[in-house]
């Protein structure tokens, strides 16, 4: 499925760059240069060893200052970064210092043995620098190549300062060559790297990755959506509009065909607030609802985004009347749903709470089309999205089916009433997990009675705020047809947790948040208005990621992680193997 691919992406992407501070780093390199110290320690003139420590700093820092602005063509340069690559590119260097001290506390071997083989690794540095140079700025092998050199060069002109009678010029360029043969190995590796890209998107793999960082490290996501869009497929995307109106305050209640997403800041990761502040514009309150949908029909861009935005204005109006069904609440196993009809139009609530589901399938409208009869025009449905779980199963859908179509057939044989409303949003928020489009919630008076309906702009919920919630409701004479979440992606690739995002109650406190909603919800009961409806439909043609694309993803970072291992281990061997070779000849 969709979502199974989605979530090996979103579980890689989140991995990307994720750095402590620049004091951390600093405080690191400084441990660094101490363990590339210490065996000269043994060898050197105690006194000497604060000389060499401040040495190997001073030369780290040059270069780490040098490598930032070489690279800074590229937002993703930083000190911070640059410290950490940098520690990255020293840390064989760093086990051969370390190992080197620990040996020579037992048994001190040969100083001209130990400068020689600290030479080797000195310039080995080059090749994890030539690696990392090309993977995430230059994507160019000679610019590469030439880069790395500074820092092993700087590091070998350190030794001849201090040991220039005891370094030995044949050894020095044996090593040099060595070095240089294994970064064949390395450019293979790149390339090798680069042909799974190139085979499975037409893109080199290292030029996907730099626009995942520039998603990530710099908030730039044209280099990413230009290649999401490049592979995007045209579709006819519907969206449904109830518009509650009233001379005084209307209020629309949207649902859109696209899913939140993929991540932040890419595409329609936003879309609920956008939709919110679209409307806004315009001087129309609105709550937004998340369809049943998953990731395939992601918006690529902000380009597209806002080409679904503008298409929002070309509406065709489906039905519209003053009257409202009570709501009719069918459940089975996990599956609840939550109905009413607006005359002729079936608004319906999914959830899976407190059991919990990912998205549902897009088939789930599908099916409900076939019930559309009976002088019932369209089945509006909403997946709530409230209670965080595992992706549906066969017989989760089953369930689901057998119950919207319970629903359907007494929605249809029921009595309709005049309806009276109200309507509040708030969007100053201390809810660290609800977007920027904030709470909505909507009243209805209906026959008599109290009902209320929440949408938030969070992604997803933990599984008992629906219970506790409702209950809650019913103590102030209040009924829940539904507390749904937006699914936006607000934050979504921001957040390493486990998820990649924080669930509605997972960091704010459930008690504190419910009796948010309550209070919302019993202002709004003492001033309600008399209303209409108007249902409207629109199609809007968009390109949307589509399932191949995102399968296509899921795979080649599979692929691409899966021969990087392979790659490496192979590499590891072969160092190990030049560098037994380079010991028999200095021995």
Request: charged letters at 15%.
């Amino acid at each position: 499925m969709a979502d199974d691919a989605t979530t090996q992406i979103a579980n890689h992407y989140k991995k990307l760059f994720s750095f402590p501070s620049l004091k951390t780093g600093l405080l690191l390199l400084i441990i660094s240069c101490i363990f590339l110290s210490l065996p000269f320690y043994h060898y050197a003139d105690l006194n000497l060893l604060p000389f060499v420590f401040l040495s190997f700093l001073t030369v780290i820092l040059i270069i780490s200052y040098v490598d930032v602005f070489l690279t800074s063509f590229s937002p993703i340069s930083s000190l911070r970064r640059i410290f950490f690559a940098i520690l990255f590119q020293l840390s064989p260097l760093l086990l051969f210092s370390f190992l080197s001290f620990v040996i020579n506390l037992f048994t001190l071997f040969d100083f001209d043995t130990f400068l020689k083989m600290f030479i080797f690794w000195a310039f080995f540095t080059f090749n994890l620098r030539y690696f990392i140079l090309y993977a995430v700025f230059y994507q160019k092998y000679l610019s590469s190549f030439i880069h790395a050199l500074l820092l092993p060069f700087f590091l070998i002109v350190l030794l001849e300062l201090y040991f220039k009678n005891t370094l030995n010029l044949p050894i020095v360029i044996i090593a040099l060559i060595i070095n240089l043969i294994f970064s064949v190995f390395i450019s293979i590796y790149i390339k090798f790297i680069n042909n799974v890209g190139l085979s499975l998107l037409n893109v080199s793999s290292f030029k996907i990755l730099s626009s995942y960082l520039y998603a990530w490290v710099c908030s730039d996501p044209t280099p990413l959506e230009n290649l999401l869009e490049k592979n995007s497929v045209e579709s006819k995307i519907e969206t449904y509009k109830i518009d509650l109106v009233n001379c005084n305050k209307n209020v629309s209640l949207v649902i859109p065909g696209i899913h939140p997403g993929p991540f932040s800041p890419i595409g329609s990761y936003n879309l609920p607030y956008e939709i919110i502040n679209f409307y806004n514009s315009q001087n129309v309150n609105s709550m937004v609802f998340h369809s049943p949908s998953s990731h395939e029909v992601n918006l690529p861009s902000k380009y597209q985004t806002e080409h679904y935005l503008n298409s929002l204005n070309n509406l065709y109006l489906i039905s519209q009347g003053s009257f409202c069904s009570k709501p009719i609440k069918i459940n089975k196993n996990k599956v609840t749903v939550n109905g009413l009809k607006f005359s002729d139009i079936i608004l319906a609530f999914i959830t899976f709470a407190p059991y919990g589901v990912e998205d549902l399938p897009t088939e789930i409208y599908e099916y409900v089309k076939g019930l559309e009869s009976n002088g019932i025009k369209k089945v509006i449905l909403v997946d709530a999205h409230n209670a965080l779980g595992p992706i549906p199963t066969k017989e989760d859908i089953e369930d689901l089916k057998s119950c919207l179509t319970e629903l359907i057939e007494r929605l249809t044989k029921s009595p309709s009433y005049p309806f009276r409303y109200n309507f509040a949003q708030e969007r100053s928020l201390v809810f660290k997990e609800i977007g920027p489009g904030g709470i909505s919630c909507l009243a209805l008076l209906i026959d008599n009675y109290h009902y209320i309906i929440y949408s938030i702009d969070s992604n997803n919920s933990v599984p008992n705020l629906r219970p506790v919630l409702e209950k809650e409701l019913q103590k102030k004479g209040l009924s829940l047809i539904e507390v749904c979440t937006t699914d936006t992606h607000f934050s979504s690739g921001k957040i390493l947790s486990e998820k990649g995002y924080y669930a509605l109650g997972e960091l704010s406190n459930l008690n504190h948040i419910v009796s948010m909603l309550v209070n919302m919800a019993s202002e709004l009961i003492d001033d309600f208005r008399a209303g209409a409806f108007k249902t409207y439909y629109c199609l809007s043609n968009l390109k949307i990621l589509g399932r191949n694309q995102i399968n296509t993803y899921s795979i080649f970072l599979n692929t691409v992680l899966s021969k990087v291992k392979k790659g490496a281990i192979i590499l590891l061997m072969l160092i190990l193997l030049l560098f037994s070779f380079f010991a028999v000849l200095i021995c």
